[in-house]
């Protein structure tokens, strides 16, 4: 960074006085530079021209995010060079300036000595804000070294993962989680909580959609794997060991030669989270209490998960590449749920009680085969990119429930599903004149999920299949000052239910249009706003559909709605960024519409158990609604040892529409969800660096109170913090983390209506400390890259 510093200083000062002689003629020198070897092109390489006379630094320039530079030279003699951070000098075969000239392509090498012996100045930040994208660079987060995916996505500001592992951008549910770009079967909720941090590079977090996004992308976080980018042979092993019953292990291994490139990961892992769980409910009739039910539950899950990549990058020219990868994960879970039941009359007298043990096992495995292809044309920015995608995901559930109430049953059931998925997509990318460019792609997903439900005395079957065919177009055009992207996107989803047991079946089609826009407008090269618009839609999935009895205890159960419809949501917002020196700010404004919104519904089925009331909740289309708030983040940082990243995200939920339904008991009940709620949450990370001795990090989360029309979820706070020393000239690493230092990331909530009221706590016996170590072989642990505060003009899109 001190390096191409001096040289922009250089360049500055003898062009302010050189500028003075008007009578000197001026010409534009043009061309490009790129990456000899990937032919990428180099944004911010320097370009010099010295005077041969008086060997000064008389003008010079940058070169943009596509390597092209435009420079104003005086007529005269010069020696003109082109410089870069990491790659080697070259001299120009430029003499006389006496007119306008293009110079053309030039190609930069890497300078592998430079990288050898030089320690670059020039660092990445843990968090990079740029339009319509947050970047989390996991190397960069001390929280990253033993972890997995979640850890980091708990640390990163817009993003909220609740207890359960449900993950929120801006308090908006379900976003669209790819790896490297792509859907994944990778991205379920169980296997992201194993996905160890030391196999991820970045995650990118796109808070607005395109066009070339599925139509039900809310909101986009894309996990970019580590791909190995030293040459030669090079590797990594990773052991982890932590309180209270949590071990495992990661191995990298990575070669990369000219014309071939092949990496491997493999990782193994043992977590043993205890969940505990308190429920007090008290039932009324006409305002008077009947009946008390107090329940104690304990969790106690033991995961055991492998999970492995494969994968190979064929240089096959120096514009075509081939990639290819396998992946394999298998999670085993055996769990044991012990519950005890304690039901009281009216006088809160103990008149039954009962202990309820639920024996589940597990198992999960997932292979995922991936085929991707680019190929470049001559034309600069010209492309076809094309990806295959199969992927076979078989769920095993085995379930014993015994009751030492013999008025109570006892259970087994078996729940199988094999999900098969087929993606292809391909797209085509081409420039027009120097500013705009436009992409047009297909892609298609065809799935199916054969789903059985064996109990003691049901069986329940049904085969699910979804079939998305799109097809969309983008155009972006980028001025010095000014960018907008239009995207339209059409898809056609025809979903598919066979019910085996009533032999009757279900076809919905789904056919919209999707449009999308973003526009952004640069006040100053610190500062930029931009506005946002994009259209989605989120489709039931067979889980929400299937019509069976799930019961979660002798009085709570769920069942799907095989009538349940899309949702369909309208996103705008507005974004103003501010970047300059040791400051970094990123402010959003958004507005989002749900239509049909779905509304899990809690009411009393007219049934009683030990004179309890039996409750049932089942997914239903309610109204709408109106979701807007602000997000705010901030990084400053004070020094070169302290670095401060604050977060405020708060929000507004105006909800609409009644339930009514009669119950078995021919009792009327009327839920009334025409309410507005205020919610918001707070976090402070900060992350201190004693060179020589260790790097130290802490976040502080605050979440305030939520309340809803049939519900409150009490406020909490909890917080984390990390611990990581380089050893071995930094050829390896230590760390202590703990995501839940004080063991406070609980879940307290209220549930009420005019018959019951619930008092519940959901929290993990113990805190998570965790202990790693990493040792690198061969493996480089520096930045390739200077000047990483520059702006990025041209937005994720």
């Known amino acids: 960074m001190k390096r191409n510093f001096l040289l922009l200083i ?55 995010a596509r390597g092209k530079f435009s420079i104003d030279v005086l007529e005269g003699t010069y020696k003109a060079s082109v410089e870069f951070i990491s790659y080697k000098s070259k001299v ?42 947050i970047t989390i660079n996991v190397d960069k987060d001390v929280a990253a070294n033993g972890g997995t995916v979640i850890d980091i996505l708990n640390n990163s500001p817009i993003v909220n993962v609740d207890p359960s592992g449900d993950i929120k951008i801006n308090g908006v549910n379900s976003p ?60 990594s092993a990773t ?14 291994i990575n070669n990369k030669s000219k014309n071939l490139n092949f990496y491997t990961n493999a990782s193994y892992s043992h977590r043993n989270p205890i969940t505990i769980s308190d429920a007090k409910n008290e039932y009324f009739t006409n305002g008077n209490t009947d009946s008390f039910l107090y329940e104690l539950s304990e969790n106690d899950s033991k995961d055991n998960v492998f999970y492995s990549t494969i994968g190979f990058d064929f240089y096959i020219s120096e514009k075509s590449t081939l990639s290819t990868s396998i992946n394999y994960t298998n999670v085993n879970n055996n769990s044991t749920t012990s519950t005890v039941s ?59 429930i015994t009751n030492t109430n013999n008025g109570f049953t006892d259970e087994e059931y078996v729940e199988k599903n094999t999900m098969k998925n087929t993606i292809f997509d391909i797209k085509y990318s081409s420039p027009i004149g120097e500013n705009s460019s436009y992409t047009i792609g297909y892609y298609g997903e065809f799935g199916n999920i054969p789903f059985t439900y064996t109990g003691t005395s049901t069986t329940n079957n049904l085969d699910y299949s979804e079939d998305i065919n799109a097809g969309f177009i983008e155009f972006e055009n980028q001025s010095d000052t000014f960018y907008y992207g239009l995207g339209l996107r059409a898809e056609f989803t025809s ?31 610190n500062q930029s706003v931009s506005l946002s618009y994009s259209k989605s839609i989120q489709t039931p999935n067979y889980l929400r559909l299937q019509p069976f009895e799930q019961r979660f205890s002798e009085t709570s159960s769920y069942v799907g709605n095989e009538n349940l419809n899309p949702v369909f949501i309208h996103s705008l917002s507005a974004t103003y960024s501010y970047s300059k020196d040791n400051l970094m700010l990123y402010t959003t404004a958004f507005f989002n519409i749900f239509d049909d919104y779905w509304q899990d519904v809690t009411y009393e089925t007219g049934e009683f158990v030990g004179g309890i009331p039996k409750i049932l909740t089942t997914p239903l289309n309610i109204g709408k609604v109106n979701y807007y708030g602000v997000n705010v983040t901030a990084t400053y940082k004070t020094s070169n040892y302290i670095n401060f ?31 507005a709620s205020f919610n918001g949450s707070f976090s402070l990370s900060t992350q201190i660096k004693l060179p020589n001795l260790f790097n130290f990090q802490t976040k502080i989360v605050h979440q305030l109170e939520s309340k809803g029309p049939v519900s409150v979820r009490k ?41 019951y009221f619930s008092r519940s706590e959901i929290k993990q016996k113990y805190p998570n400390i965790l202990l790693s170590f990493t040792y690198r072989f061969n493996q480089s642990k520096k930045d390739r890259k200077i000047d990483f505060d520059k702006k990025l003009k041209k937005p994720e899109y």
Do not use: M, W
């Not at 990428?40 to 940058?62: D, H, M, N, R």
């Not at 052991?239 to 990298?252: E, I, P, Q």
């Not at 406020?715 to 913090?721: H, Q």
């Open 10 to 64: 250089l360049i500055i000062i003898p062009s302010l006085f050189f500028s003075q002689d008007k009578n000197t003629p001026t010409y534009t020198i043009t061309g490009k530079i790129i990456d000899a070897k990937t032919k990428k092109p180099l944004e911010y390489a320097t370009i010099v021209f010295k005077s041969t006379s008086t060997e000064e630094t008389t003008c010079g320039g940058v070169s943009n």
């Open 176 to 235: 669209t989680i790819l790896i490297n770009g792509k859907i994944s079967s990778l991205t379920k909720t169980d296997v992201l909580k194993t996905i160890p941090t030391n196999s991820i590079e970045k995650i990118d977090i796109l808070p607005t959609a395109g066009a070339k996004f599925k139509a039900s992308s809310t909101g986009i976080i894309n996990i970019i794997l580590k791909k190995g980018k030293d040459e030669g042979l090079n590797a």
């Open 715 to 755: 406020a909490r706070t909890y917080a984390s913090i990390a611990i990581n020393k380089d050893l071995f000239d930094k050829q390896a690493s230590v760390s202590l983390v703990s995501s839940d230092l004080f063991n406070t990331h609980k879940t307290n909530r209220d549930r009420f209506d005019d018959g």
């Open 495 to 525: 979903l598919s239910v066979f019910y085996e047991s009533t032999s009757t079946s279900q076809n919905k089609q789904y056919d919209n249009l999707f449009p999308s826009v973003y526009l952004e407008y640069s006040i100053s090269d």
């Open 342 to 400: 304690d039901f009281y009359n009216s006088n809160f007298v103990l008149t039954d009680s009962n202990e309820r043990t639920h024996l589940g096992d597990f198992n999960d495995e997932i292979v995922e085969f991936v085929t991707d292809f680019e190929q470049n044309f001559e034309k600069e920015g010209q492309k076809i990119t094309a990806s295959l995608t199969y992927s076979r995901d078989k769920e095993t559930y085995n379930n014993v």
């Open 239 to 252: 052991a982890s060991g932590g309180y209270k019953d949590y071990y495992g292990g990661l191995v990298t």
């Open 645 to 675: 990243t604050g977060n405020i995200n708060l929000y507004n939920f105006d909800q609409s529409g009644i339930f009514e339904i009669t119950n078995l008991n021919n009792d009327l009940i009327v839920q009334d969800f025409n309410f």
């Open 92 to 133: 120009l075969n430029i003499s006389t300036i006496n007119r306008n000239l293009n110079i053309g392509t030039i190609e930069l090498e890497i300078d592998t000595e430079y990288l050898e012996t030089v320690e670059i100045t020039g660092e990445k930040k843990a968090i990079e804000i740029k339009p319509n994208k």
